[in-house]
Structures are given as structure tokens and as C-alpha cells.
């Protein structure tokens, strides 16, 4: 096992990192810029190293300053959490030639799952089912068009090195695919520093559902069951479900073996989710996360299984001691990440927190790194915390939700917090009934002003 970690984040994942390092007895190393001096994950870790200014591109993705932190504290691993250098098949490597342990997959895999036109192409390989689409990237207008067409209109362009939905446009009709060949191609352009663009089917109305799997390395790997995220603005997850509310057990299981068989193929080490879109009965991969992901306590909620644990636990070599039959479900779950933004817009709304209450009591948890007094920096995402409930049924689930929420108190900044007591009170929610342009036609109807 590891002896020290170095969590190379910030914010709440660093501390349920941090949480999960202590329980297995490992000390840890916080980094942080100079913004988050006094951050949480700093005050709790055994040691901290300020490794830059607050701009991330000096701080957070600052491989030089993090390999120092490392090399002055002497930890043995790193944990990159979500974001930031989580998803870098280079930064993987560069720690690999130091002799520190990266926690996460293979390079090589996190490179494959990183190009999403050769994802696509693996995913194919493995049998797992795909969006129909461009089998590589597009080199013209008039190869698109031919392409589009055999697909049929509408479709999407999407960004190879794609990420938090940007570098993605759609065009409803042969008119519109040369706009939207340009306009995805420069923002992929300037957010990614690569143009490479494909083309996929654009699904009407299908919900996000994704698969979690847990890999050894060496050819073990086991599914532990889906999550659904189709409650989105601009392709961002805000509200995560597990069970999906469109699956039963056979179609669940059904999928998660299919995903878990190709993982032992692909010898996947460490947490990986596989998503999909999922419309008419029918499973199509979009891409593979080869992290953590913000929504893991869903799955953690309803299997009390610790993925943090189990992923450094592999990442050291432990092998995994979960089979297949050892993953059994409980209840439902659903978390909410609560953002400091205006309800209505999503516009950032960062500064100081003057006061703060989180809920608590049966099934109710919160991962959060925020604090009475504490002042949310503008240079980072907006997440205030995550509220996870759990429940015997989906029903206990929302009310349980719904009480949550109503204790929830986060005053000084604007939050998300009214939006989510808007949606845990409307019958398509209620009803489990939704996709994942279901959240835009809402907003676009007057959202939480409507109501
Ligand atoms: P990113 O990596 O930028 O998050 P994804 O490929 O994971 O991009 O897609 C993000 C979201 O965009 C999906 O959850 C879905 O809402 C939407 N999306 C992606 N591909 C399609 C598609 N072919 N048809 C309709 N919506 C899509």
C-alpha cells in the first residue's frame, strides 16, 4: 500500500480523497494555490505545499510545482481527482518516470479514452453498441455532408478532444452543417488547441445513463451499476440518479455486463464510468470518464461500496478482492450538486458565505469543502457541495430529498439551492419522466419563475 498521498485538487473532491486516505491509514500531502490558503482540504491533511498563484494553469496544472511538492514531501502517489490533470495521459507518464504512483489507469488507456473518435473506435471494438456516426474524423464539408445524410439529419458535430460539453453544435438541416462544422471546429479550436471534429446522430430525446466499472489491471473488472444523468444544462450534469427511473434490473444488468466484460478485455485499471445515450430501448456509448467522477456517491449510496478505497487500493497493486456477485443494491439515491450560481441564469455568483447549514440525519450526506465564513474564489468551478440522498424506495428517496433541501441554508451567495426545491416538486421529476433536453425546455418555459 501506499504511504503518502499527494492530492494534486481542490475543493470538495480533495477532501473525500483525503477522508478515504485516512481511513486506509495513508498520510497525505494538500496542494494549493495561494487563493485556498485556507481551504479545507488544506487545514485537514497531514502536510501542505502552496504551489502557485490562483490562476489554475499556475497552481492546480502545474506539473513542475507538483512534481517539487512531491519530491519535498516524498510522497509515493498521486490522487488528480476530477478535472484538472485527472484526464493528462502525460502527467500520468511524467509521474511514472519519477517513480510515483499515479492513481488512475494505464496512459495509454486514459490517451485512448481522451480522443473520443478513437474511444468510439475501441468502444466499437470491445462490442459495446455506439452512436451511429463518422467512423474518424471529418477532413471536409462535402465528406460530412455525404456522411450526414447516410445518417440522417439532425446530426452533431462534436470535438474529438471534447469536454464539458464544449466544441459540440448541431445542425437540424443539410443548410446548417457548414456553420456548425465552423463554429465547433474553432471553439474545439480554442478550448482544446485541437480542431478535430466527427459526426454523430443527434438524439431527439434520450437520457444519459452511464455505467461505473472497477478494474484490476490485469484483466478483473466488475460493473456496479448505473447512474442517470439526464437533468442537464449546456450538456452539464446537475442532478444524478441510481437506479435509472427507464431501467429495470435485467436491462441494467444487462448493460453493466456488457460494459464489464470489455474492461477485462481492455485490462482496465482503477474507476472508469462508460456513458451512454440511452433512447428507445436502445444503448449508444458517447464516451469514457477514466476518473472519479463528481456523481460517484450515487453509486456508493446504493452498493456501500467505497470507490475511492477500492480505486487506490488497485492503483497499488492490491488486485480487486469484489467480484461480480459481491455488488448487491440497495435503495435509491440521488445527488444534487449545489452550485454558486443564480438559479435562473447559472451565472457564477462567488464571494463570501456568511452563513451555512448543511442538513443532516438518515440517508443524507453532503460532500462539501465550504464553511461558515468562507469565501468562494472566482477562479474555480462554482460547486458549492454535493447533497446525496439515499432511500429504500425512489419515492422515500424525494421526500427525503425534499426535506434535505428545505434545511439546506447557504446564505451570502446566490445558489442553486431554489432550483433544485423547484424540481424535486414537479410531476415529470415525481414521475421519473425525463431527458436530457428536459431541464432547457423547462428553464426556457420561465424555470423556478414560472412556478
Ligand atoms: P462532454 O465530454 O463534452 O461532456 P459528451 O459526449 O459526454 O461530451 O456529451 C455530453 C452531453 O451532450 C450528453 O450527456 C448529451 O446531453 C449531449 N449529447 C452528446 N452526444 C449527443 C448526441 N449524439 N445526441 C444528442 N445529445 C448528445
Same mark, same amino acid.
Given at each position: 500500500?501506499?504511504?503518502?498521498?499527494?492530492?494534486?485538487?481542490?475543493?470538495?473532491?480533495?477532501?473525500?480523497?483525503?477522508?478515504?486516505?485516512?481511513?486506509?491509514?495513508?498520510?497525505?500531502?494538500?496542494?494549493?494555490?495561494?487563493?485556498?490558503?485556507?481551504?479545507?482540504?488544506?487545514?485537514?491533511?497531514?502536510?501542505?505545499?502552496?504551489?502557485?498563484?490562483?490562476a489554475a494553469r499556475?497552481?492546480?496544472l502545474?506539473?513542475?510545482?507538483?512534481?517539487?511538492?512531491?519530491?519535498?514531501?516524498?510522497?509515493?502517489?498521486?490522487?488528480?481527482?476530477y478535472g484538472f490533470l485527472s484526464e493528462n495521459a502525460r502527467f500520468?507518464?511524467?509521474?511514472?518516470?519519477?517513480?510515483?504512483?499515479?492513481?488512475?489507469?494505464?496512459?495509454?488507456h486514459i490517451r485512448i479514452m481522451g480522443d473520443k473518435i478513437e474511444a468510439k473506435r475501441t468502444a466499437r471494438?470491445?462490442?459495446?453498441?455506439v452512436v451511429p456516426g463518422s467512423d474518424g474524423g471529418i477532413t471536409s464539408d462535402a465528406e460530412a455532408m455525404v456522411i450526414a445524410?447516410?445518417i440522417?439529419f439532425p446530426v452533431l458535430v462534436k470535438a474529438a478532444a471534447g469536454g464539458g460539453g464544449r466544441g459540440m453544435k448541431v445542425a437540424q438541416t443539410p443548410a446548417d452543417l457548414s456553420n456548425a462544422l465552423a463554429n465547433a471546429r474553432a471553439e474545439a479550436q480554442s478550448a482544446f488547441g485541437d480542431d478535430a471534429v466527427y459526426l454523430e446522430k443527434y438524439l431527439?430525446?434520450?437520457?444519459h445513463?452511464?455505467?461505473?466499472?472497477?478494474?484490476?489491471?490485469?484483466?478483473?473488472?466488475?460493473? +456496479? =451499476?448505473? !447512474?442517470?444523468? /439526464?437533468?442537464q444544462r449546456r450538456h452539464q450534469k %446537475?442532478?444524478?440518479?441510481?437506479? #435509472?427511473?427507464?431501467?429495470?434490473?435485467?436491462?441494467?444488468?444487462?448493460?453493466?455486463?456488457?460494459?464489464?466484460?470489455?474492461?477485462?478485455?481492455?485490462?482496465?485499471?482503477?474507476?472508469?464510468t462508460?456513458e451512454?445515450l440511452?433512447?428507445?430501448?436502445?444503448?449508444h456509448f458517447i464516451e469514457m470518464n477514466t476518473r472519479?467522477?463528481?456523481?460517484?456517491?450515487?453509486?456508493?449510496?446504493?452498493?456501500?461500496?467505497?470507490?475511492?478505497?477500492?480505486?487506490?487500493?488497485?492503483?497499488?497493486?492490491?488486485?480487486?478482492?469484489?467480484?461480480?456477485?459481491?455488488?448487491?443494491?440497495?435503495?435509491?439515491?440521488?445527488?444534487?450538486?449545489?452550485?454558486?450560481?443564480?438559479?435562473?441564469?447559472f451565472?457564477?455568483?462567488?464571494?463570501?458565505?456568511?452563513?451555512?447549514?448543511?442538513?443532516?440525519? +438518515? =440517508?443524507? !450526506?453532503?460532500? /462539501?469543502?465550504?464553511?461558515?465564513?468562507?469565501? %468562494?474564489?472566482?477562479?474555480?468551478d #462554482?460547486?458549492?457541495?454535493?447533497?446525496?440522498?439515499?432511500?429504500?424506495?425512489?419515492?422515500?428517496?424525494?421526500?427525503?430529498?425534499?426535506?434535505?433541501?428545505?434545511?439546506?441554508?447557504?446564505?451570502?451567495?446566490?445558489?442553486?439551492?431554489?432550483?433544485?426545491?423547484?424540481?424535486?416538486?414537479?410531476?415529470?421529476?415525481?414521475?421519473?419522466?425525463?431527458?436530457i433536453?428536459?431541464?432547457e425546455?423547462?428553464?426556457?418555459?420561465?424555470?423556478?419563475?414560472?412556478?
Amino acid at each position: 500500500m501506499f504511504e503518502k498521498i499527494l492530492i494534486a485538487n481542490r475543493g470538495e473532491i480533495a477532501l473525500r480523497v483525503l477522508r478515504a486516505c485516512k481511513e486506509l491509514g495513508i498520510s497525505t500531502v494538500a496542494v494549493h494555490s495561494t487563493a485556498d490558503a485556507n481551504a479545507m482540504h488544506v487545514r485537514l491533511a497531514d502536510e501542505s505545499v502552496c504551489i502557485g498563484p490562483p490562476a489554475a494553469r499556475d497552481s492546480y496544472l502545474n506539473v513542475p510545482a507538483l512534481l517539487a511538492a512531491c519530491e519535498i514531501t516524498g510522497a509515493d502517489a498521486v490522487h488528480p481527482g476530477y478535472g484538472f490533470l485527472s484526464e493528462n495521459a502525460r502527467f500520468a507518464e511524467i509521474l511514472e518516470e519519477h517513480n510515483i504512483h499515479f492513481i488512475g489507469p494505464k496512459p495509454g488507456h486514459i490517451r485512448i479514452m481522451g480522443d473520443k473518435i478513437e474511444a468510439k473506435r475501441t468502444a466499437r471494438r470491445l462490442g459495446i453498441p455506439v452512436v451511429p456516426g463518422s467512423d474518424g474524423g471529418i477532413t471536409s464539408d462535402a465528406e460530412a455532408m455525404v456522411i450526414a445524410k447516410t445518417i440522417g439529419f439532425p446530426v452533431l458535430v462534436k470535438a474529438a478532444a471534447g469536454g464539458g460539453g464544449r466544441g459540440m453544435k448541431v445542425a437540424q438541416t443539410p443548410a446548417d452543417l457548414s456553420n456548425a462544422l465552423a463554429n465547433a471546429r474553432a471553439e474545439a479550436q480554442s478550448a482544446f488547441g485541437d480542431d478535430a471534429v466527427y459526426l454523430e446522430k443527434y438524439l431527439a430525446q434520450p437520457r444519459h445513463i452511464e455505467i461505473q466499472v472497477l478494474g484490476d489491471g490485469h484483466g478483473r473488472a466488475i460493473h +456496479l =451499476g448505473e !447512474r442517470d444523468c /439526464s437533468l442537464q444544462r449546456r450538456h452539464q450534469k %446537475i442532478w444524478e440518479e441510481g437506479h #435509472s427511473p427507464a431501467l429495470n434490473i435485467a436491462a441494467s444488468n444487462s448493460i453493466g455486463e456488457t460494459v464489464a466484460k470489455a474492461m477485462r478485455e481492455l485490462e482496465y485499471l482503477g474507476v472508469g464510468t462508460v456513458e451512454f445515450l440511452y433512447e428507445d430501448g436502445k444503448f449508444h456509448f458517447i464516451e469514457m470518464n477514466t476518473r472519479i467522477q463528481v456523481e460517484h456517491p450515487v453509486t456508493e449510496a446504493i452498493t456501500d461500496i467505497d470507490l475511492v478505497v477500492e480505486q487506490i487500493r488497485v492503483a497499488a497493486g492490491g488486485g480487486l478482492d469484489l467480484k461480480q456477485e459481491d455488488v448487491k443494491f440497495f435503495g435509491h439515491a440521488i445527488e444534487c450538486r449545489i452550485n454558486a450560481e443564480n438559479p435562473q441564469t447559472f451565472m457564477p455568483s462567488p464571494g463570501k458565505i456568511v452563513a451555512y447549514h448543511p442538513p443532516g440525519g +438518515l =440517508g443524507v !450526506r453532503v460532500d /462539501s469543502a465550504v464553511y461558515n465564513g468562507y469565501t %468562494i474564489p472566482p477562479f474555480y468551478d #462554482s460547486l458549492v457541495g454535493k447533497l446525496i440522498v439515499h432511500g429504500k424506495t425512489r419515492s422515500e428517496c424525494l421526500m427525503r430529498l425534499k426535506r434535505a433541501l428545505d434545511e439546506f441554508v447557504v446564505d451570502g451567495v446566490e445558489t442553486t439551492l431554489p432550483l433544485f426545491r423547484t424540481l424535486v416538486r414537479e410531476k415529470d421529476i415525481i414521475d421519473g419522466d425525463y431527458h436530457i433536453h428536459w431541464l432547457e425546455d423547462f428553464l426556457a418555459k420561465g424555470g423556478i419563475d414560472r412556478v
